[in-house]
């Protein structure tokens, strides 16, 4: 069997893209992973170890403990996929304390949840199944011992028990891979996400004022013809930690007019202030109104991974 061409180590790969589901796909031609509370990173080993996010974004000195344990891997070059994440006591990884981390600095204790293997040693793994890439991938991390990378465990299990399992723990919910898919870069189908409650990221466009400074969080998306448009308001979810990072973070965008196309009708005697369409969060809610206003909105922390630029509503499809 002749071997496998070697090519160079790709200065970027695009990161392959899931669609949401409002349930897990029928049969047992998947692989069913947790969906990590975190951000999605891709590393890249090449004379050297490389982070980047989701879209791009160079993180690699923002994890200097990540980056030592990457330089271990017994590799010459190779491209991974996965999700950082901060993990509680019991286990379960919590955004806050992710967002809190990079905020301050303070990254020592992030976990990194490899999922998948896209290049190693000059052989270019993306045509190949996914159920061969995570295999490789499993073996690659056995060679040693790594304190903040582990692998990202499938479960066989019922998805739809799974998901209940979840959701009784108050995690995001799952991630479910087509056997035999290539790694494509696209959002092709083959990767799934199913969220066990509704939750996104939205534009942060303005703030009711308070005597503390900040009351609430006006937050907006764009829609299908790209145009901005208000979502709703948010307080609850908002510690005295956050509120600080935000009142620095927004004080520096404040702008007379509202970036909105339409400016909402807020209550009578609250005054706003505006700031450039800058930010992401991520929002976690009940339900979307018919006018497009968020019920029962919980601030879960502030997205730097995320341009404000592609924000826009996510929609579940049914799943095959």
Not at 17 to 31: K, Q, Y
Not at 38 to 49: C, F, K, T
Not at 297 to 305: C, K, M, S, T, Y
Request: proline share 7%; hydrophobic share 40%; with cysteine.
């Amino acid at each position: 069997m002749p071997s496998p061409k070697r090519t160079p180590c790709p200065e970027r790969i695009k990161p392959q893209l899931l669609t949401m589901a409002s349930r897990p796909p029928a049969g047992d031609g998947w692989i069913i992973e947790s969906k990590m509370d975190g951000y999605r990173m891709l590393a890249r080993i090449d004379a050297g170890v490389k982070l980047f996010t989701k879209n791009g974004f160079d993180w690699t000195k923002r994890m200097p403990r990540l980056v030592r344990d990457l330089e271990l891997l017994p590799v010459r070059s190779a491209w991974i996929d996965g999700e950082v994440v901060i993990q509680a006591q019991d286990g379960r990884p919590i955004f806050q304390s992710l967002q809190i981390a990079f905020s301050s600095g303070k990254t020592e204790q992030i976990t990194y949840f490899a999922f998948d293997l896209m290049y190693l040693n000059g052989v270019n793994l993306r045509a190949r199944p996914v159920e061969l890439r995570r295999r490789m991938l499993s073996d690659l991390l056995d060679q040693c011992s790594l304190e903040n990378v582990r692998f990202s465990q499938a479960f066989d299990v019922d998805p739809n028990h799974l998901l209940h399992a979840i959701r009784e723990m108050q995690m995001e919910g799952l991630v479910c891979k087509r056997i035999g898919s290539p790694y494509t870069g696209e959002r092709d189908g083959s990767w799934v996400k199913v969220k066990c409650s509704p939750r996104q990221e939205f534009i942060i466009v303005g703030f009711t004022r308070a005597a503390a400074g900040i009351g609430s969080l006006l937050i907006g998306l764009h829609d299908d013809t790209g145009k901005l448009v208000y979502a709703g308001r948010v307080r609850s979810g908002l510690t005295d930690r956050s509120l600080r990072l935000l009142k620095s973070k927004l004080k520096a965008l404040e702008q007379p007019e509202t970036p909105l196309q339409v400016t909402p009708e807020l209550a009578k005697g609250i005054t706003v202030a505006w700031v450039a369409p800058l930010i992401v969060c991520e929002v976690k809610y009940t339900e979307i109104t018919p006018n497009g206003r968020l019920r029962h909105a919980v601030f879960l922390g502030i997205r730097e991974d995320k341009p404000a630029s592609e924000i826009t509503l996510e929609t579940a499809h049914d799943t095959p």
